[in-house]
């Protein structure tokens, strides 16, 4: 069992790497476009921005598991397949974006105004501004969001591996549930809460660091 265990944990891991990856470089993307194109933003566009967001609050609407077989059709012709590890790496990817975007919007906005008015009485222009002022001061509150996504997506991936994207998921349901191996679902709780509290720690720890404001 110790292979199996090891083997789940691997395809966990690279669900989870590979989906957040992703999701932290589309999210962010977003956030940043939600924020500058927003009313009073760096560059207002109040329709587009309105329309953005419905489209973000749609996707996070939508249960895991329902975006999971919706997105069939898309994963068969992005991964050429929709079972196994990389099929799972689409849907969570997709799950997860609009919620990381909307965290890091968040600690986009509370950013003090006086700031970016200060950068611009400088005279630097738009993506400087948001390079050099609003990511700087917001990075606490997004590497907060960015441990609070992590952590979600290792519960998406467990759900994902007990319809055949494998990992820890799909050991404690095949093993745990349909073979009553009470031990199996029991070691694959332990090791997800662990897996849990590592991710809050090191990103707890990553936030205060980089906060200059302790």
Same mark, same amino acid.
């Given at each position: 069992?110790?292979?199996? %265990?090891?083997?789940?944990?691997?395809?966990?891991?690279?669900?989870?790497?590979?989906?957040?990856? +992703?999701?932290?470089?589309?999210?962010?993307?977003?956030? +940043?476009?939600?924020? +500058?194109?927003?009313?009073?933003?760096?560059?207002?566009?109040?329709?587009?921005? /309105?329309?953005?967001?419905?489209?973000?609050?749609?996707?996070?609407?939508?249960?895991?598991?329902?975006?999971?077989?919706?997105?069939?059709?898309?994963? @068969? =012709?992005?991964?050429?397949?929709?079972?196994?590890? =990389? #099929? *799972?790496?689409?849907?969570?990817?997709?799950?997860? +974006?609009?919620?990381? !975007?909307?965290?890091?919007?968040?600690?986009? /906005?509370?950013?003090?105004?006086?700031?970016?008015? #200060? !950068?611009? !009485?400088?005279?630097?222009? @738009? =993506?400087?501004?948001?390079?050099?002022?609003?990511?700087?001061?917001?990075?606490? *509150?997004?590497?907060?969001? *960015?441990?609070?996504?992590?952590?979600?997506?290792?519960?998406?991936?467990?759900? #994902? $591996?007990?319809?055949? !994207?494998?990992?820890?998921?799909?050991?404690?349901?095949? %093993? $745990? %549930?349909? @073979? %009553?191996?009470?031990?199996?679902?029991?070691?694959?709780?332990?090791?997800?809460?662990?897996?849990?509290?590592?991710?809050?720690?090191?990103?707890? @720890?990553?936030?205060?660091?980089?906060?200059?404001?302790?």
């Amino acid at each position: 069992m110790l292979d199996k %265990y090891l083997r789940a944990f691997g395809e966990t891991l690279l669900m989870v790497t590979s989906a957040c990856a +992703i999701v932290f470089a589309v999210g962010m993307l977003i956030a +940043i476009v939600l924020v +500058i194109t927003a009313p009073g933003g760096l560059v207002p566009r109040p329709r587009f921005n /309105r329309a953005l967001s419905v489209v973000v609050n749609l996707f996070r609407a939508v249960p895991f598991i329902i975006l999971l077989v919706a997105l069939l059709p898309v994963t @068969r =012709w992005i991964v050429g397949t929709t079972m196994g590890t =990389w #099929a *799972a790496v689409v849907p969570l990817a997709v799950h997860l +974006i609009p919620f990381f !975007a909307r965290v890091t919007q968040v600690g986009l /906005r509370e950013i003090d105004p006086g700031l970016i008015e #200060a !950068a611009r !009485a400088m005279g630097c222009r @738009r =993506w400087h501004i948001v390079r050099h002022v609003l990511l700087p001061e917001a990075l606490p *509150a997004i590497l907060g969001g *960015a441990t609070v996504t992590v952590i979600a997506m290792v519960g998406a991936s467990a759900m #994902a $591996g007990a319809v055949g !994207a494998g990992g820890l998921g799909d050991l404690a349901v095949r %093993y $745990g %549930y349909e @073979r %009553y191996e009470t031990s199996v679902m029991f070691n694959v709780i332990v090791i997800l809460v662990a897996l849990v509290t590592l991710v809050q720690f090191a990103g707890e @720890r990553l936030a205060r660091r980089v906060d200059h404001r302790r």
